[in-house]
């Protein structure tokens, strides 16, 4: 009796459903998935409008200056922009522990959308109609990253092939 659920490899041979783990076979992620790319599209953003909201009120520093750089730390809009990006970073590792590079990356670029908005609204830059461009491209390839799966999967490969990959 033919297994309803099986799947058929690139060779053309049906491959039964149990051959893939659980996760495979469906690209969609947990809802608390989804929640972590979003904090990381937001943290990301936020933390860096937050950076430089405070590096214009410490004013402008060198590499050659560290002790200046130091002296930021204390700015509150500095310390908390470093606080949202520690944070940005530890959703950034579990999405990764989770998720391809590939995947993560793209699927979060909207927060260069959010990184403009911030920029325009909140912090009165000027954005030229270029770089509203290259928002809208950016926002166009997300749209085609959106519908790949999370994780690489390769599921024709035995449980050793696996392992030497």
């Not at 970073?89 to 911030?118: E, K, R």
Request: glycine share 10%.
């Amino acid at each position: 009796m033919p297994d309803p659920a099986a799947k058929t490899s690139e060779a053309g041979t049906s491959v039964p459903a149990s051959a893939f783990p659980a996760s495979q076979g469906s690209h969609r992620l947990a809802p608390s998935q989804y929640l972590v790319l979003v904090f990381i599209m937001l943290g990301a953003s936020i933390g860096d409008g937050l950076l430089s909201k405070g590096m214009r009120q410490v004013g402008p520093v060198t590499l050659a200056d560290p002790l200046a750089l130091v002296h930021a730390l204390i700015n509150p809009w500095v310390s908390c922009g470093i606080a949202v990006l520690l944070s940005f970073m530890g959703s950034y590792m579990t999405a990764l522990s989770w998720a391809d590079l590939t995947f993560v990356q793209p699927a979060t670029a909207l927060g260069n959308v959010v990184t403009a908005l911030i920029g325009r609204v909140w912090l009165h830059e000027a954005i030229s109609p270029m770089r509203w461009l290259g928002v809208i491209l950016i926002v166009l390839g997300v749209g085609f990253v959106a519908n790949g799966p999370a994780k690489t999967e390769h599921p024709l490969l035995t449980g050793s092939e696996q392992a030497s990959t």
